[in-house]
């Protein structure tokens, strides 16, 4: 356990997570995506005013007959566009065997007359010699191929119809690691050739161009140019973001076509069996919806992107402020990180949320936001652990020490304690049993030792007790002597006044148990008590395998030197003897006679001590 509550288990943690996010696994992968499926999703619904989609579907089929049609079918459909004012128009669905009905002469002449883009499809099955339609120029020192989305072949129409066609492109959606389409592919390669997509041709055609520029750096595809419009802004792989919340009006073909107003036209299926539906995180979409909404996209130049440098960016940014967290949590108090914590995910949270409303720039919140709850709770439990460890060590080290009130104050503060030495004035108290030698002698001649243990653990109790009910501290028992001091672990202001109570409460305490024992015929019992205040060390002292929380000092030396004095000699009248630094820090309750004067070893002149009188 010492060990999982380590500051560096921590660390190893965060290193493991930052590199499952450099990796990219695909668990790591798949969350990121549900987060911008969530961006998107936030935008509002928006008609195309420019964008049409015209979709052959059950009614069609009805009056037209069995799909695939025959091609003079499809030049009616090109002409009814035209009569209704179509602009642009476009097939998303292929011809790749000829006409059984021999109808492609006369689509192919319709196809070239009316400006028509064909569409292709990038299959590992299918045929690869067909070069790309236009070429692409290349702007920057990186290289496309090494970015681009790439392909064994290509399923195409046949050369008779691609060849009279104005513009031609891929409708293949981006992989994604949960099967569901979110990005397209502006770009792709097959056989080291680039080949633009079905959306990339029906801009590029639009605006009469005859090829459109790749902006590619060292670090991948940065945006495709096709002027006027915008750069478009890509992935690294030259894939666009969908924004599935464009609508568009859909007519299907065999209704009466309104007035288009010159409206780009869409074509696509849309009945049942022939033409599949798209995941999308929005739902299932035709083909044409995905080619329409990048259409759309690139005319309001509004495009979704995710910068190249998104990625570099987030992991730098994860490193710091995970750091940050973790030296707030161990080396700050359990508020101070949880604060820091509550800052840096709101800013990570903030940050990302505007950089998407005002620029539409996709930035990961998920994995920053994973690592840095994993890091709190990963630091709040070695935190707890250590306070749990500290308050077990505290209750073990202090239980018998002090009051059960004052273990339960340690406990909630335990930077009370200033563990290795802390200097402070305190007030420390001696006392033993006089006369010992009587009593110990009664036992051994009636065979009892373990009556004498009984008694002096009955009257050390009872001594203890009034001890710790004045808040008092029991530093240790030596035989049938006890050492106790005041205003350490915890904070005492009238150490002084509270100790010499307790000296004055042992005499009468004792006085007391004077009677019981003479009712058990054992001999006269008294007790010395010697008190004084000053300056010592108080801390854990002891080697690192064992310690004990205690004082040193000269302050006590002279506590022990009192209590040898009191109750013998000259002054057996006087049970417990106090220095003048204890009287004067005294309140005005209680009353002291000056008893005279004493030598001290380690002291050059004699010192004045005092008896405290009744309260």
């Known amino acids: 356990m010492k060990y999982l509550t380590s500051v560096w288990t921590t660390v190893f943690i965060l290193s493991g997570l930052l590199i499952l996010r450099i990796i990219d696994v695909p668990i790591v992968e798949q969350i990121r995506l549900i987060s911008f499926d969530k961006y998107i999703q936030s935008l509002p619904d928006k008609k195309s005013e420019e964008v049409i989609i015209v979709n052959i579907g059950e009614n069609s089929l009805e009056k037209l007959g069995q799909f695939p049609f025959p091609r003079q079918t499809y030049a009616q459909i090109i002409s009814d566009l035209r009569e209704a004012n179509a602009g642009m128009i476009g097939f998303t669905f292929m011809f790749p065997e000829a006409d059984r ?5 006369v689509f192919a002449s319709w196809i070239k007359d009316n400006g028509i883009i ?36 290509l399923v195409t129409n046949i050369p008779q119809l691609e060849e009279q066609a104005w513009g031609v492109g891929l409708i293949n959606a981006a992989q994604e690691v949960d099967n569901i389409t979110r990005r397209i592919p502006l770009i792709s390669q097959v056989n080291q050739q680039l080949y633009p997509s079905f959306a990339l041709e029906i801009i590029r055609v639009l605006q009469d161009k005859k090829s459109y520029t790749l902006n590619v750096e060292d670090y991948g595809i940065v945006d495709v140019m096709i002027p006027p419009y915008e750069p478009i802004k890509t992935d690294s792989n030259g894939t666009v973001w969908l924004n599935t919340n464009y609508t568009f009006d859909q007519i299907e073909y065999g209704k009466p076509l309104p007035n288009l107003n010159g409206k780009i036209v869409i074509l696509g299926i849309s009945a049942k069996g022939i033409a599949p539906q798209i995941v999308t995180p929005q739902g299932l979409y035709f083909p044409p919806q995905l080619q329409a ?24 940014l994860i490193g710091l402020l995970s750091t940050a967290i973790i030296l707030a949590m161990t080396y700050g108090s359990l508020y101070l990180g949880i604060g820091i914590f509550g800052v840096i995910v709101a800013a990570t949270v903030s940050s990302s949320w505007y950089a998407w409303n005002e620029f539409q720039i996709l930035l990961d919140l998920s994995a920053a936001l994973i690592i840095y709850i994993v890091l709190l709770t990963s630091t709040s439990f070695s935190q707890f652990y250590k306070q749990f460890k500290l308050r ?11 009051s059960p009130d004052l273990v339960k104050q340690l406990q909630k503060n335990p ?3 200033k563990l290795g030495g802390e200097r402070k004035e305190m007030t420390f108290l001696f006392m033993d049993i006089c006369g010992f030698t009587p009593i ?20 050390l109790d009872k001594m203890t007790k009034i001890i710790l009910a004045n808040g008092g501290t029991i530093d240790k028992y030596m035989g049938d002597c006890i050492m ?15 100790a010499v109570l307790s000296a004055i409460q042992i005499e009468e305490e004792v006085n007391g148990l004077k009677r019981i024992y003479k009712d058990r015929n054992l001999p006269d019992i008294n007790v010395g008590t010697g008190i004084n205040t000053g300056t010592c060390i108080v801390g854990n002292m002891g080697s690192e395998s064992r310690f004990d929380y205690s004082v040193i000092g000269d302050a006590v030396n002279l506590a022990a030197r009192l209590e040898a004095t009191a109750a013998r000699g000259q002054f057996l009248e006087n049970k417990t003897i106090v220095s003048k630094a204890t009287m004067e820090k005294v309140g005005p309750g209680f009353t002291f006679s000056n008893i005279g004067t004493i030598k001290v070893k380690g002291k050059s002149e004699e010192i004045t001590i005092y008896s405290p009188m009744k309260i």
């Not at 009905?101 to 002469?105: Q, S, T």
């Not at 209750?395 to 020490?401: L, S």
């Not at 110990?440 to 009257?459: A, C, M, Q, R, T």
């Not at 205003?487 to 006044?497: F, G, K, S, T």
């Open 118 to 153: 064909l569409s292709q499809d990038a299959d590992a099955n299918g045929r690869s010699e067909t070069a790309p339609y236009v070429g692409t120029a290349i702007k920057g020192i990186g290289d496309p191929y090494d970015y681009a989305y790439e392909y064994d072949g």
């Open 484 to 498: 106790a001091f005041w205003n350490a672990p915890l904070p005492c202001d009238n150490h002084a006044e509270m």
């Open 101 to 105: 009905f021999g109808g492609d002469e």
């Open 293 to 316: 909404s990048v259409v759309q996209g690139v005319i309001e130049g509004s495009s979704i992107s995710r910068p190249v440098w998104a990625d570099s960016l987030e992991i730098v």
């Open 440 to 459: 110990s002698e009664h036992y051994k001649n009636n065979n009892d030792p373990e009556g004498l243990v009984e008694l002096i653990n009955e009257f």
């Open 392 to 402: 077990q060590q505290i209750k073990k080290q202090f239980g018998t020490y002090v």
């Open 415 to 417: 930077g009370m304690l």
